[in-house]
Each structure stands twice: as structure tokens, then as C-alpha cells.
């Protein structure tokens, strides 16, 4: 739901589709990169490779990303946690 906002926010054409961006904000959350490896330079020739059209998404936009996800992911299993002490969970 959050992360659709900024999907509006990005400029059409700039970004190849939501789910790429998704992907690579989940590879950069399971892999454990530096929000800042967006800016690495070989980083943006490999990806322009794939795809010339693509423009990635700066840090703070990566940044902005991976927040609103854990505040999604936090909300939706709250509801499985209420009640239960620290060593039922």
C-alpha cells in the first residue's frame, strides 16, 4: 500500500516496472547490500546492459522503500503476535 505511493512518485518511463524495483529492494534487503550500492557506477552499467531504459532508484528512494515494506510486513503479522509472550513466538 506505501510502497504504491512511491511507485506514483517515480517517473513513468524512468523505471522498468514495479516488480523489478521490487525485486531490487528485496535483493538489497536479503543480500545485505549498502542502500548505496544503487550508486555504485559497474552496478548501474550492469543494469543498463539489461535494460538501457531502466534508471534505478536512488538511495533515498531505496531507502524510503525498504521502511515502508518492514511497516507493511510489521502490520500485517502483528495481529498473530497479540497475546503471546516472548517465548510462545
Given amino acids: ?3 504504491e505511493k512511491i511507485y506514483k512518485r517515480m517517473k513513468t518511463g524512468h523505471y522498468l516496472d514495479e516488480k523489478f524495483v521490487t525485486a531490487l529492494v528485496e535483493w538489497i534487503i536479503d ?3 549498502a542502500f548505496n550500492c544503487v550508486e555504485n557506477n559497474k552496478f548501474g552499467k550492469l543494469l543498463e546492459i539489461a535494460n538501457p531504459k531502466f534508471k534505478i532508484p536512488c ?3 531505496i531507502v524510503n522503500m525498504i521502511e515502508k515494506m518492514y511497516e507493511e510486513k510489521k502490520e500485517k503479522i502483528k495481529p498473530s503476535l ?3 509472550t516472548l517465548h510462545e513466538r
Wanted: hydrophobic fraction near 35%; glycine fraction near 8%.
Fill in 1 to 3: 500500500m506505501a510502497c
Fill in 31 to 33: 543480500d545485505l547490500q
Fill in 82 to 84: 497479540v497475546g503471546k
Fill in 59 to 61: 538511495r533515498q528512494t
